[in-house]
Protein backbone atom coordinates (compact mmCIF):
# COMPACT_ATOMS: atom_id res chain seq x y z
CA UNK A 1 0.00 0.00 0.00
CA UNK A 2 1.07 3.36 -0.67
CA UNK A 3 1.37 4.55 3.54
CA UNK A 4 3.29 1.45 4.33
CA UNK A 5 5.90 2.22 1.14
CA UNK A 6 6.02 6.32 1.74
CA UNK A 7 6.94 5.71 5.71
CA UNK A 8 9.49 3.02 4.69
CA UNK A 9 11.22 5.36 2.45
CA UNK A 10 10.72 8.17 4.94
CA UNK A 11 12.62 6.10 7.13
CA UNK A 12 15.32 5.78 4.40
CA UNK A 13 15.32 8.77 3.27
CA UNK A 14 16.01 11.53 6.24
CA UNK A 15 18.14 13.60 4.37
CA UNK A 16 20.78 15.61 6.83
CA UNK A 17 20.43 18.96 5.97
CA UNK A 18 21.05 20.72 8.74
CA UNK A 19 24.56 20.28 9.73
CA UNK A 20 26.86 20.02 6.86
CA UNK A 21 30.13 19.19 9.49
CA UNK A 22 28.42 16.46 11.18
CA UNK A 23 30.23 13.40 11.13
CA UNK A 24 28.66 9.95 10.01
CA UNK A 25 29.64 7.02 12.08
CA UNK A 26 30.60 4.88 9.10
CA UNK A 27 33.47 5.36 7.35
CA UNK A 28 32.71 2.99 4.10
CA UNK A 29 34.51 4.80 1.74
CA UNK A 30 38.19 4.99 3.12
CA UNK A 31 37.46 9.00 3.96
CA UNK A 32 40.29 9.72 6.63
CA UNK A 33 39.01 11.28 10.07
CA UNK A 34 41.16 14.42 9.30
CA UNK A 35 38.52 14.89 6.11
CA UNK A 36 40.74 14.58 3.54
CA UNK A 37 39.59 12.76 0.48
CA UNK A 38 39.18 9.59 -0.32
CA UNK A 39 40.98 7.53 -2.73
CA UNK A 40 39.66 3.90 -3.55
CA UNK A 41 37.83 1.65 -1.16
CA UNK A 42 40.82 -0.06 -0.34
CA UNK A 43 42.81 2.87 0.39
CA UNK A 44 45.36 2.86 -2.42
CA UNK A 45 45.10 5.64 -5.40
CA UNK A 46 43.49 4.82 -8.57
CA UNK A 47 44.72 5.95 -12.12
CA UNK A 48 42.93 6.45 -15.65
CA UNK A 49 40.84 8.67 -17.05
CA UNK A 50 36.88 8.67 -16.40
CA UNK A 51 34.60 10.42 -19.10
CA UNK A 52 30.82 11.86 -18.15
CA UNK A 53 28.29 13.87 -19.41
CA UNK A 54 25.07 14.96 -18.40
CA UNK A 55 22.80 17.39 -16.06
CA UNK A 56 24.33 20.76 -15.92
CA UNK A 57 22.59 21.02 -12.78
CA UNK A 58 24.60 19.07 -11.12
CA UNK A 59 27.62 20.91 -12.70
CA UNK A 60 28.75 23.35 -9.73
CA UNK A 61 29.34 19.64 -7.31
CA UNK A 62 30.77 17.82 -10.50
CA UNK A 63 33.53 20.37 -10.22
CA UNK A 64 33.97 20.24 -6.49
CA UNK A 65 34.12 16.25 -6.64
CA UNK A 66 36.22 16.56 -9.70
CA UNK A 67 39.06 18.83 -7.70
CA UNK A 68 38.53 16.54 -4.34
CA UNK A 69 38.65 13.22 -6.05
CA UNK A 70 41.67 13.97 -8.27
CA UNK A 71 43.35 15.89 -5.08
CA UNK A 72 43.47 12.11 -3.64
CA UNK A 73 44.35 10.40 -6.81
CA UNK A 74 47.22 12.56 -8.61
CA UNK A 75 47.40 9.80 -11.94
CA UNK A 76 43.14 10.00 -12.04
CA UNK A 77 41.01 12.77 -14.49
CA UNK A 78 37.54 12.93 -14.62
CA UNK A 79 36.13 14.61 -17.64
CA UNK A 80 33.03 15.47 -17.32
CA UNK A 81 30.66 17.62 -20.25
CA UNK A 82 27.62 19.28 -18.67
CA UNK A 83 25.61 18.75 -21.75
CA UNK A 84 22.05 18.41 -20.47
CA UNK A 85 20.52 15.20 -18.54
CA UNK A 86 19.33 14.09 -21.92
CA UNK A 87 22.27 14.42 -23.77
CA UNK A 88 24.44 12.36 -20.96
CA UNK A 89 21.79 9.58 -21.16
CA UNK A 90 22.07 9.38 -24.68
CA UNK A 91 26.21 9.39 -24.43
CA UNK A 92 25.96 7.05 -21.37
CA UNK A 93 23.51 4.42 -23.50
CA UNK A 94 25.50 4.68 -26.59
CA UNK A 95 28.76 4.09 -24.71
CA UNK A 96 30.59 7.61 -25.55
CA UNK A 97 30.50 7.78 -21.38
CA UNK A 98 31.79 5.61 -18.38
CA UNK A 99 29.07 7.83 -16.52
CA UNK A 100 26.28 9.83 -16.75
CA UNK A 101 24.74 12.78 -14.96
CA UNK A 102 20.71 12.69 -15.04
CA UNK A 103 18.31 14.76 -13.31
CA UNK A 104 15.60 12.44 -13.95
CA UNK A 105 16.13 8.15 -13.59
CA UNK A 106 16.18 5.79 -16.64
CA UNK A 107 12.91 4.90 -17.75
CA UNK A 108 12.16 1.71 -18.57
CA UNK A 109 12.71 0.89 -22.13
CA UNK A 110 16.24 2.75 -20.98
CA UNK A 111 17.02 0.44 -18.74
CA UNK A 112 16.40 -2.31 -20.81
CA UNK A 113 18.67 -0.47 -23.29
CA UNK A 114 21.58 -0.20 -21.06
CA UNK A 115 21.74 -4.15 -21.01
CA UNK A 116 23.36 -3.51 -24.61
CA UNK A 117 26.21 -1.44 -23.14
CA UNK A 118 26.58 -2.46 -19.53
CA UNK A 119 25.63 -6.23 -19.63
CA UNK A 120 22.93 -8.19 -19.04
CA UNK A 121 22.54 -6.85 -15.36
CA UNK A 122 21.96 -3.21 -16.82
CA UNK A 123 22.99 0.06 -15.37
CA UNK A 124 22.07 1.59 -11.68
CA UNK A 125 20.61 4.77 -10.76
CA UNK A 126 22.60 6.26 -7.49
CA UNK A 127 20.68 9.69 -6.70
CA UNK A 128 24.10 11.93 -6.05
CA UNK A 129 22.90 15.42 -5.72
CA UNK A 130 19.43 17.07 -4.57
CA UNK A 131 18.58 20.13 -4.75
CA UNK A 132 15.27 22.67 -4.89
CA UNK A 133 14.64 24.18 -8.07
CA UNK A 134 13.72 27.79 -8.37
CA UNK A 135 10.96 29.49 -9.57
CA UNK A 136 13.47 32.68 -10.77
CA UNK A 137 12.25 36.03 -12.23
CA UNK A 138 13.41 39.40 -12.87
CA UNK A 139 11.34 42.60 -12.39
CA UNK A 140 13.44 45.15 -10.74
CA UNK A 141 12.57 46.01 -7.04
CA UNK A 142 11.24 42.53 -6.07
CA UNK A 143 13.00 40.38 -4.50
CA UNK A 144 10.39 37.36 -3.46
CA UNK A 145 6.88 36.69 -4.52
CA UNK A 146 4.44 34.08 -3.37
CA UNK A 147 2.78 32.10 -5.85
CA UNK A 148 0.07 28.39 -5.53
CA UNK A 149 1.15 25.91 -8.05
CA UNK A 150 -2.03 26.70 -9.88
CA UNK A 151 -0.59 30.34 -10.70
CA UNK A 152 2.84 29.09 -11.85
CA UNK A 153 1.68 26.74 -14.14
CA UNK A 154 -0.65 29.13 -15.76
CA UNK A 155 2.15 31.74 -15.86
CA UNK A 156 4.33 29.00 -17.91
CA UNK A 157 1.36 28.04 -20.21
CA UNK A 158 1.40 31.72 -20.76
CA UNK A 159 -2.48 32.32 -19.33
CA UNK A 160 -1.02 34.72 -16.97
CA UNK A 161 0.67 37.25 -19.17
CA UNK A 162 1.78 40.23 -16.68
CA UNK A 163 2.95 40.62 -13.53
CA UNK A 164 0.26 42.67 -11.69
CA UNK A 165 -1.97 40.11 -13.14
CA UNK A 166 -5.02 39.71 -10.30
CA UNK A 167 -3.95 36.50 -9.35
CA UNK A 168 -0.65 37.01 -8.96
CA UNK A 169 -1.17 40.33 -6.91
CA UNK A 170 -4.50 38.50 -4.21
CA UNK A 171 -1.09 36.51 -3.25
CA UNK A 172 1.34 39.77 -2.71
CA UNK A 173 -1.08 42.10 -1.14
CA UNK A 174 1.61 45.16 -0.12
CA UNK A 175 4.19 44.11 -2.95
CA UNK A 176 4.18 47.13 -6.20
CA UNK A 177 3.56 44.96 -8.98
CA UNK A 178 4.41 47.01 -12.48
CA UNK A 179 2.35 46.18 -15.77
CA UNK A 180 5.68 44.33 -16.98
CA UNK A 181 5.23 41.64 -19.68
CA UNK A 182 6.06 38.23 -18.46
CA UNK A 183 8.67 36.47 -20.77
CA UNK A 184 8.54 32.65 -20.26
CA UNK A 185 12.12 30.96 -20.53
CA UNK A 186 12.77 27.23 -20.60
CA UNK A 187 15.19 25.11 -21.61
CA UNK A 188 15.57 24.65 -25.51
CA UNK A 189 17.48 20.98 -24.81
CA UNK A 190 15.97 17.69 -23.73
CA UNK A 191 16.53 18.38 -19.61
CA UNK A 192 15.89 16.28 -16.40
CA UNK A 193 15.43 20.07 -14.73
CA UNK A 194 12.48 20.23 -17.24
CA UNK A 195 11.02 16.92 -16.74
CA UNK A 196 11.05 17.49 -12.64
CA UNK A 197 9.80 20.73 -12.93
CA UNK A 198 6.51 19.81 -15.28
CA UNK A 199 5.99 17.14 -13.04
CA UNK A 200 5.39 19.52 -10.13
CA UNK A 201 3.00 21.29 -12.44
CA UNK A 202 1.18 17.91 -13.40
CA UNK A 203 0.87 16.46 -9.86
CA UNK A 204 0.04 19.77 -8.13
CA UNK A 205 -1.40 21.83 -10.58
CA UNK A 206 -3.21 19.05 -13.06
CA UNK A 207 -6.23 20.63 -13.84
CA UNK A 208 -3.90 23.54 -15.59
CA UNK A 209 -0.94 21.60 -16.62
CA UNK A 210 -2.46 18.51 -19.04
CA UNK A 211 0.89 18.42 -21.10
CA UNK A 212 2.78 14.72 -20.45
CA UNK A 213 5.37 14.80 -18.35
CA UNK A 214 8.78 15.11 -20.63
CA UNK A 215 12.30 16.22 -20.70
CA UNK A 216 11.34 18.35 -23.52
CA UNK A 217 9.50 21.80 -23.36
CA UNK A 218 5.71 22.05 -25.01
CA UNK A 219 6.24 22.13 -28.47
CA UNK A 220 2.94 24.90 -28.22
CA UNK A 221 4.16 26.71 -25.50
CA UNK A 222 7.59 28.14 -27.04
CA UNK A 223 8.87 31.10 -25.98
CA UNK A 224 12.27 32.17 -25.32
CA UNK A 225 14.37 29.14 -24.26
CA UNK A 226 18.37 28.92 -24.01
CA UNK A 227 20.53 25.56 -23.61
CA UNK A 228 21.65 24.26 -20.07
CA UNK A 229 21.30 25.72 -16.79
CA UNK A 230 23.62 28.60 -17.03
CA UNK A 231 21.52 29.11 -20.65
CA UNK A 232 18.52 29.62 -18.92
CA UNK A 233 19.59 32.03 -16.35
CA UNK A 234 21.87 34.39 -18.52
CA UNK A 235 18.89 35.05 -20.36
CA UNK A 236 16.02 35.32 -17.20
CA UNK A 237 19.12 37.96 -16.01
CA UNK A 238 19.09 40.33 -19.33
CA UNK A 239 15.81 40.56 -20.13
CA UNK A 240 13.38 42.52 -17.79
CA UNK A 241 10.22 40.54 -16.50
CA UNK A 242 11.47 37.17 -17.45
CA UNK A 243 10.68 34.23 -15.70
CA UNK A 244 12.62 30.36 -15.83
CA UNK A 245 12.90 27.52 -13.32
CA UNK A 246 16.79 26.24 -12.78
CA UNK A 247 18.90 24.39 -10.08
CA UNK A 248 18.58 26.92 -7.45
CA UNK A 249 22.68 26.95 -6.96
CA UNK A 250 23.06 28.57 -10.15
CA UNK A 251 19.81 31.59 -10.34
CA UNK A 252 22.37 34.20 -8.58
CA UNK A 253 20.79 37.38 -7.59
CA UNK A 254 17.35 36.50 -9.39
CA UNK A 255 14.34 36.91 -7.27
CA UNK A 256 12.64 33.75 -6.58
CA UNK A 257 8.96 32.71 -5.95
CA UNK A 258 7.97 30.99 -2.55
CA UNK A 259 5.46 28.06 -3.53
CA UNK A 260 2.50 27.36 -1.95
CA UNK A 261 2.47 23.87 0.32
CA UNK A 262 -1.04 23.30 1.93
CA UNK A 263 -2.03 26.43 3.17
CA UNK A 264 1.34 28.07 3.89
CA UNK A 265 3.97 29.47 1.49
CA UNK A 266 7.77 27.45 1.46
CA UNK A 267 10.90 29.28 0.73
CA UNK A 268 13.46 27.44 -1.20
CA UNK A 269 15.95 25.65 0.72
CA UNK A 270 18.26 22.55 1.09
CA UNK A 271 16.45 21.63 4.33
CA UNK A 272 12.85 22.62 2.60
CA UNK A 273 14.22 20.08 -0.54
CA UNK A 274 15.66 17.23 1.39
CA UNK A 275 12.07 17.43 3.51
CA UNK A 276 10.05 16.87 -0.12
CA UNK A 277 12.64 13.88 -0.47
CA UNK A 278 11.36 12.37 2.98
CA UNK A 279 7.84 11.71 1.12
CA UNK A 280 9.34 9.77 -1.87
CA UNK A 281 8.88 5.92 -3.02
CA UNK A 282 11.57 3.26 -4.41
CA UNK A 283 10.19 3.07 -8.22
CA UNK A 284 8.78 -0.21 -8.43
CA UNK A 285 9.97 -2.71 -10.33
CA UNK A 286 13.41 -2.08 -10.41
CA UNK A 287 16.03 -4.26 -9.22
CA UNK A 288 16.98 -4.37 -5.51
CA UNK A 289 20.20 -2.25 -5.98
CA UNK A 290 18.67 0.20 -8.58
CA UNK A 291 18.32 3.76 -6.08
CA UNK A 292 15.51 5.32 -8.64
CA UNK A 293 13.07 7.32 -6.36
CA UNK A 294 9.10 8.72 -6.96
CA UNK A 295 8.63 12.24 -5.53
CA UNK A 296 5.42 13.31 -3.96
CA UNK A 297 4.97 16.71 -6.41
CA UNK A 298 1.83 17.43 -4.25
CA UNK A 299 2.86 17.18 -1.07
CA UNK A 300 0.93 19.45 1.13
CA UNK A 301 4.07 18.83 4.01
CA UNK A 302 4.61 21.98 6.19
CA UNK A 303 7.82 22.98 5.32
CA UNK A 304 8.63 20.76 2.40
CA UNK A 305 9.60 22.42 -1.11
CA UNK A 306 7.71 19.68 -3.58
CA UNK A 307 9.61 21.37 -6.81
CA UNK A 308 12.98 19.74 -5.90
CA UNK A 309 15.49 18.12 -8.19
CA UNK A 310 17.04 14.53 -7.32
CA UNK A 311 20.19 13.88 -9.38
CA UNK A 312 21.65 10.61 -10.46
CA UNK A 313 24.82 9.61 -11.75
CA UNK A 314 24.41 6.45 -14.08
CA UNK A 315 26.94 3.77 -13.62
CA UNK A 316 27.20 0.41 -15.43
CA UNK A 317 26.98 -2.92 -13.15
CA UNK A 318 29.73 -4.26 -15.27
CA UNK A 319 33.09 -2.81 -17.22
CA UNK A 320 34.85 -4.56 -19.66
CA UNK A 321 38.65 -4.21 -17.32
CA UNK A 322 39.39 -3.91 -13.80
CA UNK A 323 41.23 -0.36 -14.33
CA UNK A 324 37.66 0.78 -15.74
CA UNK A 325 35.83 -0.56 -12.34
CA UNK A 326 38.10 0.38 -9.97
CA UNK A 327 38.07 4.21 -11.35
CA UNK A 328 34.27 4.87 -11.28
CA UNK A 329 34.01 2.39 -8.35
CA UNK A 330 36.42 4.97 -6.34
CA UNK A 331 34.97 8.33 -8.12
CA UNK A 332 31.43 6.95 -7.46
CA UNK A 333 31.98 6.43 -3.31
CA UNK A 334 33.64 9.93 -3.42
CA UNK A 335 30.91 11.66 -4.55
CA UNK A 336 28.60 9.39 -2.41
CA UNK A 337 30.63 10.12 0.68
CA UNK A 338 30.44 12.19 3.49
CA UNK A 339 32.73 14.45 2.26
CA UNK A 340 31.96 14.30 -1.39
CA UNK A 341 28.25 15.15 -0.50
CA UNK A 342 29.95 17.62 1.85
CA UNK A 343 31.74 19.31 -0.74
CA UNK A 344 28.49 19.40 -3.22
CA UNK A 345 26.49 21.13 -0.41
CA UNK A 346 29.55 23.58 0.10
CA UNK A 347 29.94 24.54 -3.55
CA UNK A 348 26.34 24.17 -4.84
CA UNK A 349 23.88 24.77 -1.34
CA UNK A 350 22.47 20.78 -2.19
CA UNK A 351 21.12 18.89 0.72
CA UNK A 352 23.12 15.88 1.65
CA UNK A 353 22.37 12.08 1.62
CA UNK A 354 20.98 10.75 4.31
CA UNK A 355 23.19 8.06 6.22
CA UNK A 356 20.70 5.74 5.41
CA UNK A 357 20.60 6.90 1.49
CA UNK A 358 24.21 6.99 1.63
CA UNK A 359 24.69 3.76 2.94
CA UNK A 360 22.31 1.94 0.61
CA UNK A 361 24.63 3.74 -2.71
CA UNK A 362 27.87 2.40 -1.44
CA UNK A 363 26.30 -1.21 -1.51
CA UNK A 364 25.44 -0.46 -4.90
CA UNK A 365 28.27 1.12 -6.29
CA UNK A 366 30.69 -2.04 -4.75
CA UNK A 367 28.67 -4.35 -6.28
CA UNK A 368 30.25 -3.27 -9.60
CA UNK A 369 32.12 -5.63 -11.63
CA UNK A 370 34.26 -6.91 -14.39
CA UNK A 371 32.04 -8.14 -17.21
CA UNK A 372 31.98 -11.92 -17.03
Known amino acids: MKVSRIGQAAALLSVAALSLSACGSDNATGTPESGTPAAGASGAAVSGTLTGSGSSAQNSAMEAWKVGFQEANPDATVQYSPDGSGAGRQAFLAGGAQFGGSDAYLKDDEMEAAKDICGPNGALNIPAYISPISVAFNLEGVESLQMDAETIAKVFKKEITAWNDPAIAAQ ?137 LVSYELFCTSYEDQETVDLVKAFGEFVVSEEGQNLAADSAGSAPLSEGLRERALEAIASIEVAS
Do not use: C
Not at 197 to 217: H, K, N, P
Not at 284 to 304: I, K, N, W
Open 172 to 308: NEGVELPDTAITVVHRSDESGTTENFVEYLAAAAQDVWTYDVSGDWPADLQSENAKGTSGVVSTTTSTPGAITYADASATGGLGQVHVKVGEEYTELSAEAAAKAVEASQPVEGRPALDMSLDLERDTTESGAYPIV
